[in-house]
């Protein structure tokens, strides 16, 4: 079955640490998304990319890097510099960057700073 | 750019009766309202979406009404059940700069046995 898979699911950082959290899509999109999740406050949006080898900024992207090498694949790097990481991350695609329909959320990724 | 406000934050209702969410959007220019259901430590899923030259759409016990002059959508529950418990979220699409989903803060629903 084609889908989007996150890990880990579960994921505890110290202060000053880098982390990765993973997003793999077999769905053949285009188009891949990152979003974090704090209480009361809906979904944001980190970073998205349209293609392979290009991202943009959405509007939290302060603290984060990602990086499209493979069309399947979008890490997203919760660097030092971002202030308060703990959240809930949700990884999503669609079948292009121009179309809303299809649009496919993993099932996330709680990271906790300890 | 689009911003989409989506009340009420909690709603608590009894088992069988219907449950009402309600969004507004800001750009006039948008022209796609999706809602998606969360479970608990879960993604979010798509359960109905509507296209702005339509005004209403309906699958079984869930509808979506959508008011292009008011610039506002809602959801709606007919006869709830325990497993309609979850959080939704009402977006709107922006198709003109980024051309992206922006997301309703979402509403917490509870339905009372």
């Known amino acids: 079955d084609g889908g989007i898979t996150q890990s880990p699911k579960y994921l505890f950082r110290k202060e000053g640490q880098n982390v990765t959290l993973s997003c793999e899509q077999n769905l053949n999109h285009d188009a891949m998304y990152w979003y974090r999740q704090d209480p009361g406050q809906g979904l944001r949006l980190i970073y998205y990319?349209?293609?392979?080898?290009?991202?943009q900024k959405g509007d939290i992207a302060e603290g984060y890097s990602v990086s499209r090498e493979k069309k399947e694949s979008f890490p997203l790097t919760v660097t030092s510099a971002q202030k308060n990481p703990t959240a809930f991350y949700l990884c999503?695609?669609?079948?292009?960057?121009?179309?809303?329909?299809?649009?496919?959320f993993g099932s996330g990724t709680r990271l906790t700073v300890v | 750019g689009e911003n989409v406000e989506q009340h009420p934050s909690t709603l608590s209702v009894q088992e069988g009766d219907s449950a009402v969410i309600k969004c507004t959007y800001s750009?006039?220019?948008?022209?796609?309202f999706p809602w998606y259901k969360q479970e608990l430590g879960k993604g979010p899923q798509l359960i109905i979406d509507?296209?702005?030259?339509?005004g209403e759409k309906k699958d079984q016990r869930i509808a979506v009404t959508l008011n292009k002059t008011a610039k506002h959508f809602s959801l709606h529950i007919t006869e709830t059940q325990p497993e309609d418990s979850a959080v939704y979220f009402c977006a709107a699409f922006l198709i003109q700069g980024a051309q992206k989903l922006v997301f309703g803060q979402g509403t917490r629903l509870t339905i009372n046995p």
């Open positions: 509507i296209r702005s030259n339509v």
């Open positions: 750009d006039s220019a948008s022209n796609y």
């Open positions: 999503a695609s669609t079948r292009d960057g121009q179309s809303p329909y299809g649009y496919t």
């Open positions: 990319s349209q293609i392979v080898n290009d991202f």
